[in-house]
T-cell receptor, first 111, second 115 residues
Framework: KQEVTQIPAALSVPEGENLVLNCSFT??????LQWFRQDPGKGLTSLLL?????REQTSGRLNASLDKSSGRSTLYIAASQPGDSATYLC??????????FGKGTRLSVIA | KAGVTQTPRYLIKTRGQQVTLSCSPI?????VSWYQQTPGQGLQFLFE???????NKGNFPGRFSGRQFSNSRSEMNVSTLELGDSALYLC??????????????FGPGTRLTVL
């Protein structure tokens, strides 16, 4: 059974700092991995989707990497801003089965 | 292109009642998934529908049910509500390519409170 873990559960950084969020999964037989952002009480916003054949994806200040063999993904946020404060979730997809989510990392960027 | 919409956004019910939540997917998306999110358990998969057929089902009791209509809109129903059913219920739509779910797009959720 696939399990997804995100460490740390919460993170507080000063504005302008570069940071890395971690996601690990137990079963490397994945089809893709997706990073989401969730603001308090709101739905999820898709940030990046990495297919299993890819090593990384970039969007603006965000870069996500995937190492299937070690069961790890990282989300790198450059030059963090207070507007980046949110909970970040990673989810693993195995193709025709449901996404399995981690419990998220709650990020606070302090001005 | 309009996003995923969910109605109602907030709902307060009492134990024993039943509730129906609605989700309208992005135009052209035929797959709709439902998730329950609670502080303790995180996001848990409820079920997925594609072309009016349930494609996957999570580990929830039979009190939780769903359906999908020919226009891809979906509803989920919870009967005999319990206090533990209080949660944010999220709907996500996606397209399928070769039977594989593409990027999921989430709605804003329905916040259900059971008193």
């Amino acid at each position: 059974k696939q399990e997804v873990t995100q460490i740390p559960a919460a993170l507080s950084v000063p504005e302008g700092e570069n940071l890395v969020l971690n996601c690990s999964f137990t079963d490397s037989a994945i089809y893709n991995l997706q990073w989401f952002r969730q603001d308090p009480g709101k739905g999820l916003t898709s940030l990046l989707l990495i297919q299993s054949s890819q090593r990384e994806q970039t969007s603006g200040r965000l870069n996500a990497s995937l190492d299937k063999s070690s069961g790890r993904s990282t989300l790198y946020i450059a030059a963090s801003q207070p507007g980046d404060s949110a909970t970040y979730l990673c989810a693993v997809g195995a193709g025709n089965t449901p996404l399995v989510f981690g419990k998220g990392t709650r990020l606070s960027v302090i001005a | 292109k309009a996003g995923v919409t969910q109605t109602p956004r907030y709902l307060i019910k009492t134990r024993g009642q039943q509730v129906t939540l609605s989700c309208s997917p992005i135009s052209g998306h035929r797959s709709v998934s439902w998730y329950q999110q609670t502080p303790g358990q995180g996001l848990q998969f409820l079920f997925e529908y594609f072309s009016e057929t349930q494609r996957n089902k999570g580990n929830f009791p039979g009190r939780f049910s769903g359906r999908q209509f020919s226009n891809s809109r979906s509803e989920m129903n919870v009967s005999t509500l319990e206090l533990g059913d209080s949660a944010l219920y999220l709907c996500a739509s996606s397209s399928l390519t070769g039977g594989v779910t593409d990027t999921q797009y989430f709605g804003p959720g329905t916040r259900l409170t059971v008193l």
